[in-house]
């Protein structure tokens, strides 16, 4: 049975008639038309659909849409109306991406980690940092991180 379900997307509040056990990756991309967010796995793996909920990063294919109490972040809303968000500046800096798909879930992440931990270590970044990347980028993604989380690190190309 569907309801009433009201959440705050990207800073703006949003009314969805959706079942509350919906997952929020399909209430972002089939009923708000916001694709950045992907599904790979569905279990909650791989981190493709990794969006931000009150600031922390959920995996949204395991969240059910009624259980989000606060406002939900995606890679369309991360950047301000200053610039891209750090994360981003150092993705394009260090040449991250290759296919792309899984990029907004690792970008989404790594923002997170980046702003809950300032100074943290570089194991620590490295350590919590969970999801998956079938192009095998992470040198770059682990290169990207340490740029914006201030190490100095600079891209190796």
């Known amino acids: 049975m569907a309801d009433i379900i009201t959440v705050i997307v990207n800073g703006e509040p949003r009314e969805l008639r959706v079942p509350p056990e919906m997952p929020l990756v399909w209430a972002l991309r089939e009923e708000l038309g916001l694709t950045g967010t992907k599904l790979s796995c569905g279990i909650g793996l791989c981190g ?73 270590q570089h194991a620590e970044l490295l350590q919590q940092m969970t999801n998956i990347c079938r192009c095998s980028t992470f040198s770059r993604v682990r290169l990207a991180m340490l740029t914006a989380a201030g190490h100095g690190v600079k891209s190796h190309d």
Do not use: Y
């Open 48 to 120: 493709a659909c990794t969006v931000h909920v009150s600031g922390k990063a959920v995996r949204s294919c395991v969240t059910p849409i009624g259980e989000v109490s606060g406002p939900v972040t995606t890679i369309e809303g991360l950047s301000s109306p200053g610039g891209l968000h750090p994360v981003q500046k150092a993705w394009i800096e260090n040449a991250v991406a290759q296919c792309g798909f899984c990029q907004s879930g690792f970008i989404m992440a790594a923002a997170a980690l980046v702003d809950e931990t300032p100074g943290a």
